[in-house]
């Protein structure tokens, strides 16, 4: 029947177009030739797959007047008409075609409105949950649309015979029982349309919680498209997220009968939780830790809306600010009052938005109140604070909801930001977790195996860019390892591995893409980032591997070599590719568009890394022994403290997990050959494993603080309330039945505060800091993804109309004098980085970032894409922006005395650096080594003067 059906579509779609051809096909060029002449309506399908460059179809679609173009292949015939599809998203489309085809051709979206969505996510959610309402509610919609197309023909029936009478309509004795006939049945089908009208009316309050799950589940797949616009190489499809919902339905739904719909408000409690904490562990690790906490403020934001009925005025509001809504008929009209002077401890740049925010009805009076009330205000708006929790003390704003809440604190206090989505976060957990417990913690492993479950075709790992500053935990390599070690009943699947160069090797991995495919490895193509071109054949052999079925490799043999004709795809082969984030072409886009995306990325907070480490001492752990779960603890705080970058510590460090099983292995290697193991333990930890990679005196004094606290018998400094990780360094618990494992991840589960400073063994006057660090990059990640024109690099300048750009020429030389001043400043230093201060070391890592910033636009804006396209340019680079770089080059030059080495800079610009903090943090440890004090005696005293000159 099936194969019926598609004969079928098939023949309508060669009758609705002459010629229907694939991208792929190698005699693409000659059918379209074909077409042309004979005037047809071609349709070229899969354009994603194209083979050759899509510059081959400019002659079918350039006017023929154009310059460089050839004549003899134009279209003569006026009816020939080129139609392209693809399943690619528009703005991937836009990367993948070059400009000049694309101004050419008229591109239609078709992709579904948020209406539409809804809809898609209502049919899934009934269908799976509540069927025989579903059933019963489609079944009237379909017999209403029925009687209102008979009444409309009735009334049609009665028109035709008033047009078409032949005699005078008063003297006709057939008319008015005609009418009266026409009058009953349409009083009938009235009558009938308005019951069943009636009854679909019930069905939509019995179907009231399952639309409201219904536009959670859009905003969530919304608020993904908005991740999707912070990098290049997020791609997160509508299918992709109806598979996921799916499986989250599929998860203890229960089948809700249509005769207690509206009494089985626990299950629907439970259907909301089982959805967003799905879709949440599902997506974690497709998207990068730097972007992890807008994720989870975007998803507090939907779970609060939807649970408690916010307008949708105040969510965009709060995500977007409220610069977008000054005309909105939401504002009230302004007062004709004189404007009265806010308090000094107001932010100045907070002032216009307040008074913007008082015309928003649920926020009247705000300025008199504050003006009135300071001091209670500037005591509620002080950090810390539990922000967002709880009501506001002054009388006049008690009313205010959560949301509303939020956007006050956002609005007076945008460098608290951080915190606000920590308590939004905390709100939204308790309207999930009212009535179902929380899912256990899982680490990377464990989730991204639970994802390969689901998805059968190729897997893209994607590293973070240059410009990360926090290195990444564990390579991909080690990572897929571990995968394919839990896989098929955790016997293990073999690994076959292929490091590119700058060549692609096209007969290695033809071969070894051969072998895998018959007999059920898993294929790695690592470095993809480093090609300089994909091999045109291997190209197409990895697309036909992607896009056949099984019945397709029966009957394709040029799938495969002649030896391997007819045969199938093992189910167990999975083809994986490891490349860069910011090389959004170094994979083939017919791959790109079909594979699963994940990132391999240190893990999101302390608990994360506490499962993970933990997970990984496990098999060596005893009831006896807590050395390892010790260890574990280590290993995860000193990558913790790594979030407070060069607050917290001069340089950066790439610990990873092979540092944790170094030590354990160590451990148990003295254990039975030392009287002080412990001692010994200690020794190897702080200078041989996690020392050794240390250069910088003071960190190296704190990370053997750390290494003494963790194993040795810990202090009540540890932690406060359920932060205390002396619970876990001391846990013994029931090592049989998985009893270990049980009860250390529900201590783990307890830890309420992930980045506490107190808890990672700083003092807790860094807590502020860290919030307005975090609340910085949230702020600049949440503009961005709230608009699609802003660079993902945070520096909105680097954008401007394709009218303003420089000569490419002009910018492409500037920007290669600029890398190679960065390359000789490198050169010039002549140090290494353990003799150096923390100011040097700072600017050694500035001119590092500055330089990786240059190649990435040298790369990104002007290399074109080797394999199936042309590229056009991912981000416009700006004269301004150029010279500002040159300019921040030159500083920083100058601040490395590389001109005049005896003379020290006394005036630094900030402006001129990347990361303005890290120099204020480096200054200040500066000064502690050269006066050897303890750092917390020192502290900045700035003052920021205003100035509209031109003049630093």
Request: charged share 20%; glycine share 4%.
């Amino acid at each position: 029947m099936g194969q019926i059906t598609r004969c079928e579509e098939k023949a309508h779609e060669e009758d609705k177009y002459g010629l229907i051809v694939s991208a792929d096909d190698p005699q693409l060029f000659d059918k379209l030739s074909h077409g042309a002449k004979e005037g047809l309506r071609v349709l070229v399908t899969h354009t994603e797959r194209a083979t050759s460059n899509l510059q081959i179809l400019q002659i079918f679609v350039t006017p023929a007047s154009s310059p460089g173009q050839s004549h003899s292949v134009q279209p003569d015939h006026p009816d020939f008409r080129l139609i392209m599809s693809t399943s690619l998203p528009v703005q991937t489309l836009i990367h993948e075609i070059h400009t000049s085809f694309l101004e050419e051709v008229q591109m239609i979206d078709l992709s579904p409105s948020t209406s539409e969505v809804q809809d898609l996510f209502l049919t899934e959610l009934m269908q799976t949950v509540c069927l025989e309402l579903w059933t019963l509610h489609r079944q009237i919609q379909t017999k209403k649309q029925t009687l209102q197309h008979e009444l409309f023909q009735n009334k049609v029936s009665l028109m035709d015979y008033v047009m078409h009478a032949s005699t005078p309509l008063l003297q006709d004795p057939d008319f008015l029982p005609h009418v009266c006939m026409c009058q009953s049945v349409s009083l009938e089908l009235e009558t009938e349309i308005k019951e069943l009208s009636q009854e679909i009316d019930r069905h939509k309050a019995l179907m009231a919680d399952f639309y409201r799950i219904a536009e959670l589940a859009t905003a969530l797949y919304n608020a993904l498209q908005d991740m999707a616009r912070l990098s290049p190489c997020y791609l997160f499809t509508l299918h992709g997220f109806l598979l996921t919902l799916r499986s989250a339905l599929a998860l203890e739904s229960p089948d809700v009968s249509f005769h207690r719909v509206m009494e089985s408000t626990t299950v629907i409690s439970e259907i909301t939780h089982r959805i967003v904490s799905h879709v949440f562990s599902q997506y974690k690790p497709r998207l990068f830790k730097s972007h992890s906490t807008l994720f989870r403020l975007l998803v507090s934001v939907a779970v609060i809306v939807h649970n408690e009925g916010c307008p949708e005025v105040e969510r965009v509001t709060f995500l977007r600010g409220l610069s977008n809504w000054m005309s909105s008929e939401h504002f009230l009209s302004p007062s004709a009052q004189s404007v009265p002077e806010l308090p000094s401890w107001i932010q100045t740049s907070a002032r216009d938005d307040i008074f913007l925010l008082e015309r928003i009805e649920p926020f009247c009076g705000l300025v008199s109140s504050l003006v009135n009330s300071s001091k209670l205000w500037r005591e509620y708006l002080h950090f810390p604070s539990s922000t967002v929790i709880g009501p506001v003390p002054c009388q006049s704003h008690s009313h205010l909801s959560t949301m509303q809440r939020a956007i006050l604190w956002k609005t007076l206090c945008p460098h608290w930001l951080a915190a606000v989505e920590e308590d939004l976060t905390a709100c939204a957990q308790r309207h999930l977790l009212h009535s179902y417990p929380g899912d256990p913690p899982m680490s990377s492993v464990e989730m991204i195996s639970s994802l390969l479950s689901k998805n059968q075709g190729p897997v893209v790992v994607r590293l973070p860019d240059k410009n990360e500053e926090v290195p990444v935990s564990i390579h991909p390599l080690h990572l897929i390892n571990q995968i394919a070690q839990c896989q098929v009943d955790n016997k293990g699947v073999k690994l076959s591995v292929i490091s590119f160069g700058s060549g692609c090797h096209r007969n290695a991995v033809l071969l070894a893409l051969d072998s895998a495919v018959q007999n059920g490895h898993w294929l790695v193509l690592n470095n993809c980032h480093l090609l300089d071109c994909w091999d045109v054949r291997v190209v197409s052999k990895l697309t036909q591997v992607v896009y056949s079925t099984t019945k397709d490799l029966e009957t394709d043999g040029g799938l495969l070599n002649a030896a391997s004709t007819g045969r199938f795809v093992h189910p167990q082969f999975r083809l994986w590719l490891i490349t860069k984030s910011d090389r959004t072409h170094s994979v083939p886009v017919a791959v790109r568009i079909r594979a699963l995306h994940l990132v391999c990325d240190s893990s999101w907070d302390l608990k994360d890394e506490l499962w993970s480490s933990v997970k990984q001492t496990l098999p060596f752990s005893s009831h006896e022994d807590t050395v390892n779960t010790r260890c574990a603890v280590l290993h995860s705080v000193l990558q913790q403290r790594q979030t407070f970058k060069h607050l917290g510590q001069a340089q950066l460090y790439l610990w990873t997990q092979e540092d944790l099983l170094a030590l354990i292995d160590a451990h148990h290697r003295i254990t039975k050959h030392c009287s002080d193991p412990t001692g010994a333990l200690e020794y190897i930890a702080g200078r041989l494993v996690y020392g050794s990679h240390v250069s910088d005196h003071e960190d190296l004094a704190a990370v053997q603080s750390v290494i003494r606290a963790c194993l040795r018998d810990p202090s009540t400094l540890w932690g406060r309330g359920k932060d205390i990780l002396s619970n876990i360094l001391n846990f013994t618990g029931r090592f049989e039945a998985g009893g270990l494992l049980k009860d250390l991840r529900h201590c783990i589960q307890c830890i309420t505060s992930s980045t506490d400073p107190f808890i990672l063994g700083f003092s807790p006057g860094m807590a502020s800091e860290l919030v307005k660090l975090k609340s910085h990059r949230l702020s600049i990640l949440l503009h961005q993804s709230q608009n699609i024109y802003v660079d993902v690099r945070g520096d909105n300048s680097l954008l401007m109309q394709p009218q303003e750009l420089p000569d490419y020429r002009t910018a492409w030389e500037r920007l290669l004098t600029l890398q190679d001043m960065l390359r000789k400043m490198d050169i010039g230093m002549g140090m290494e980085s353990a003799s150096l201060g923390p100011l040097r070391c700072f600017f050694q890592t500035e001119r590092e970032r500055l330089d990786a910033l240059v190649s990435s636009l040298l790369l990104d804006s002007f290399q074109p894409v080797k394999y199936n396209m042309t590229s056009s340019t991912t981000a416009y680079l700006t004269s301004s922006a150029l010279s500002r770089l040159e300019t921040q080059a030159e500083q920083l030059r100058s601040y490395l005395w590389e001109e005049s080495s005896s003379i020290k800079p006394c005036v630094y610009r900030l402006a001129a650096f990347l990361n303005p903090r890290g120099f204020l943090a480096a200054l200040i440890r500066d000064a502690v080594r050269i006066q050897d004090k303890d750092i917390s005696l020192y502290c900045l005293n700035f003052k920021v003067n205003l100035s509209f000159s031109n003049t630093n």
